[in-house]
């Protein structure tokens, strides 16, 4: 098997061919050619790959990404992350590459799905008779414990200043009572 160089290696290859959405480029040393697609051949848009390269041309490239597809091995390869003039790579801890792959990643659009929400707090539950759950989720065993939802501070507060107000209210209409000196 060929010698293929390691995955992120900088080398100069011969453009092979090229294409409408890249170039191939002849990797030294072996018999194999590598794809520079065109989004990776400049960091400006690339409509035509013919305008930044030629067949024969010099290239620096930088190895990408190697990848299995129907019993071959393909090579990506990119232009735009490696100097052209000294071969320097101008991204040497891949952030850039790892900045695409993120952009290139699709999401599912949930716009057009419907949310519908459950409120079950003031429901009660025709098994055990208590507030916030249904029969169905309840947990009460034959003869056994109740358990209902815990009242939250505000219903607490409202509940006693309530009773507070039903307390006075039930003293102003009882007479008052005399109390006898002894």
């Known amino acids: ?23 191939f480029i002849k990797i030294p040393g072996c018999r194999k050619q590598g794809l520079v697609h065109k989004t990776h051949m400049s960091s400006c848009r690339v409509d035509k790959p013919s305008e930044i390269v030629d067949v024969g041309d ?32 101008l991204d040497p801890n891949n952030v850039s590459l790892d900045q695409d792959e993120r952009k290139k990643r699709t999401f599912r659009d949930y716009t057009s799905q419907k949310i519908t929400l459950e409120a079950v707090l003031n429901t009660v539950c025709k098994k055990c008779g208590c507030k916030g759950h249904f029969a169905k989720e ?37 007479p008052p009572k005399k109390r006898k000196k002894v």
């Not at 620096?60 to 490696?82: A, P, Q, R, T």
């Open 1 to 23: 098997m060929e010698a293929l160089p390691e995955l992120y290696a900088i080398f100069q290859g011969e453009v092979a061919t090229v294409t409408e959405y890249g170039a």
């Open 58 to 89: 010099k290239v620096w490239v930088k190895l990408i990404g190697k990848e299995m597809k129907d019993d071959k091995l393909k090579l990506s390869l990119s232009m735009k992350v490696v100097n052209q003039g000294t071969g320097k790579d």
């Open 138 to 174: 309840c947990f009460m065993q034959p003869g056994g414990t109740k358990y209902s939802l815990i009242p939250e501070e505000e219903e607490e507060e409202v509940a006693a200043a309530g009773y507070e107000r039903d307390k006075k209210t039930s003293m102003v209409d009882e």
